[in-house]
């Protein structure tokens, strides 16, 4: 047998209202076919009732228990960042973390949801025009998302975000990383609509917890493709009313899927089956 280069993982995942996160179990449930030991746990700031001061807390608590490492989701993302040692050349480049891993005493910051985005985009909208694409969001899923849409070759990326400020930062960091202003801060949202040739939802709109859609429903349209990072609902309100308008649509299981194949492959040192995790994601709808 090959000697692991981890005897066990001890991780969690801190965010906001993360009840119905299927992270827990595919990581465990890897582990197990591994053959190794993974105890993962759920770091609630709403059951728990806490926010974004109690960061600094819960990661010093979270090293000095032993955790091999964290993911982070929303709202917590950009937030921990000055908490960090380190940070990856992907973490850096995109501002956002969404994995932190505990080695010799440092806390080193990583991005996978870029990558998870990206593999998802490529498997289910792999040929569909991307001349111009409106995004909404620009927090740290949104970083992510940009990143891995102008990586595959959308021209224009039009943002969207009730923080102005937050938005010109992101498209001016991703003008700095892709040439030619391929970002804009969206102003006007009905016209951005109308020259659009898809939609990406990067923001909490449309989870359990805030349930809705990030643009009204009369801006859809058929030739629109529609594209959700959130998984939890699997459907959201927006991807149920574009497929009833016949909209080809991703949903955001593939980017679930794949950020923590590659978070796993962080915590443990070892290789994980992405279709293995796929199917037992798909398992637990």
């Known amino acids: 047998m090959p000697q692991l280069k981890t005897p066990g993982i001890l991780a969690g995942l801190i965010g906001a209202g993360i009840q119905a996160s299927r992270t827990p179990a595919m990581h465990e449930h890897e582990a197990d076919a591994q053959g190794i030991r993974c105890l993962y746990r759920l770091i609630d700031l709403d059951t728990l009732k806490l926010d974004l001061n109690a960061l600094p807390d819960l990661l010093k608590g979270a090293q000095n228990s032993g955790f091999t490492g964290l993911n982070i989701t929303f709202p917590c993302k950009q937030a921990v960042i000055p908490l960090l040692d380190e940070l990856s050349a992907e973490a850096r480049g995109i501002g956002a973390v969404n994995t932190v891993v505990f080695s010799d005493g440092k806390r080193i910051g990583h991005n996978t949801d870029c990558l998870g985005f990206a593999e998802g985009f490529r498997r289910g909208l792999a040929?569909?025009?991307?001349?111009?694409?409106?995004?909404?969001?620009?927090?740290?899923?949104?970083?992510?998302?940009?990143h891995a849409l102008l990586s595959e070759g959308v021209e224009q990326l039009i943002i969207f975000d009730v923080d102005a400020s937050r938005t010109q930062k992101l498209a001016d960091n991703l003008n700095q990383s892709f040439s030619c202003n391929r970002a804009q801060v969206g102003v006007d949202l009905l016209s951005a609509m109308q020259g659009a040739d898809g939609l990406v939802n990067t923001t909490p709109m449309g989870m359990q917890k805030l349930p809705g859609m990030p643009v009204p429903k009369a801006l859809l349209r058929t030739d629109l493709w529609v594209a959700e990072i959130v998984y939890f609902p699997l459907e959201t309100e927006l991807l149920r009313e574009a497929r009833a308008l016949g909209c080809r649509t991703l949903d955001g299981s593939t980017m679930a899927v794949f950020q923590a194949v590659k978070a796993f492959e962080l915590f443990s040192g070892l290789e994980a089956d992405a279709q293995r995790m796929q199917e037992h994601f798909n398992a637990m709808s």
């Open 127 to 146: 040929d569909v025009a991307r001349a111009q694409v409106v995004q909404m969001g620009a927090g740290g899923a949104g970083a992510a998302v940009a």
